[in-house]
């Protein structure tokens, strides 16, 4: 009845808010289950989400809802701990940024859907380190920085210059998602109550062929008789009841499992995104500038990406291929990949990693004891220093 009751009253506010834009109508994240949470006082939690009612605004919300591409916009309207996490999180880091006159353009590009993402990465760690008292400078706001990078930061008589990226799809590892996602929904419609797990993904094989123009041809050209193809591999294993994860000739992973015993269509996980699209990705935006980081000092990329549980045994082949093997990227101390969900970090849970250190860089940032905070105190997780 409770479930019912609080279901009742989000969809209320949702119908709401895509009326008039007011999605804060209703204040929820001063109930006083979520005081106290993060160590945030009810005064703070307030002040981060009127900062948040200010940049989201009524005009913002409904110029932004019909689309629906704004990664906070689902947020806005949703209740819970996990939602409160995000927002308050959000707002706190805004706040602080806001405090130590590091805010900038900030406010702007966060109200850009494709620019969100990059912007909220460069706040959260900007945030942690002034809260751990560094020196820090936004050098992309920095007039004298002709590097345009993101931070510079000063610690004792150290210094640390990072970049950070997110990781988004080109145009062909759009056309490969899309692809992949036109096979599933075929499969989908054809073995719907014949299963009650079922979903898909590349090969790493053939994920890191088709990361061509013409792997992308064959690609698009081939998705019907692959899908047919799979159709009738996928049936043969139902009816043997060969259940789990199986190979299909070094195109596609797919998984599934019985139906049961009631009557139901199940639960279905959709086209799973590959790692080596998102590997190949984030060498291609590193090695589109290579000079982006200055050669005096430490430096770091930090990229936040969807599929970093499967990154350690993955990455590093290929970047040892495409970026450390020629010389220009010596200047680059290492690469540290986090998960995209590291900003709701709570108390006690820390992201998942993969740290990819440069071995022909002599300054490694794994001997800096900015590196050491930014990973031990701040994100809670230990790096290997080799």
């Keep these: 009845m409770a479930t019912n009751k609080l279901l009742s009253s989000i969809i209320d506010i949702s119908n709401y808010a895509n009326t008039t834009g007011k999605w804060y109508i209703y204040p929820w994240w001063l109930n006083k289950r979520y005081i106290g949470r993060n160590g945030l006082t009810k005064d703070r939690i307030e002040a981060g989400f009127k900062k948040l009612i200010e940049i989201f605004n009524a005009n913002w919300y409904l110029k932004n809802i019909p689309a629906r591409t704004h990664p906070v916009i689902g947020n806005l309207v949703s209740r ?37 993402q990059s912007e909220r990465d460069e706040l959260f760690f900007c945030a942690q380190f002034l ?7 936004r050098e992309k706001d920095n007039p004298e920085n002709d590097k345009n990078y993101d931070l510079h930061l000063k610690h004792k008589d150290e210094e640390l210059a990072i970049e950070i990226k997110s990781t988004s799809l080109s145009s062909i590892q759009n056309k490969i998602f899309a692809a992949g ?21 590349y090969s790493d094989e053939f994920a890191a062929s088709s990361m061509s123009k013409d792997g992308i041809d064959f690609l698009l050209q081939c998705k019907d008789q692959i899908t047919d193809l799979i159709k009738h591999r996928i049936q043969i294993s139902i009816n043997h009841e060969n259940w789990g994860t199986n190979k299909f000739n070094g195109l596609l992973n797919y998984t599934i499992q019985p139906p049961f015993e009631k009557k139901s269509s199940g639960a279905f996980s959709g086209f799973n995104m590959n790692p080596v699209l998102e590997a190949y990705y984030i060498s291609d935006i590193i090695c589109k500038k290579p000079r982006q980081l200055p050669r005096h000092c430490t430096t770091l990329y930090i990229i936040t ?18 970026l450390w093997r020629d010389g220009q990227f010596n200047h680059v101390g290492g690469i540290l990949i986090l998960d995209k969900t590291m900003d709701l970090k709570r108390e006690g849970i820390s992201p998942q990693f993969a740290y990819i250190p440069n071995p022909n860089c002599t300054k490694r940032p ?3 004891n900015i590196f050491k905070i930014l990973t031990q105190k701040i994100l809670g997780i230990k790096v290997n220093s080799s």
């Design 80 to 116: 819970g701990i996990s939602v409160f996490d995000i927002l308050s999180q959000l707002g706190n880091d805004i706040l602080i940024c806001q405090e130590g006159k590091k805010l900038n353009n900030s406010v702007k590009k966060l109200r850009i859907p494709d620019n969100y």
């Design 366 to 368: 794994s001997v800096n």
């Design 131 to 137: 809260k751990k008292r560094m020196n820090v400078v």
């Design 181 to 201: 996602e036109y096979i599933y929904q075929s499969l989908l419609q054809y073995f719907s109550g014949k299963t009650s797990y079922f979903s898909i993904d």
């Design 305 to 322: 990406a969807e599929t970093v549980g499967h990154f350690n045994s993955i990455v590093e082949p290929i970047f040892h291929k495409k």
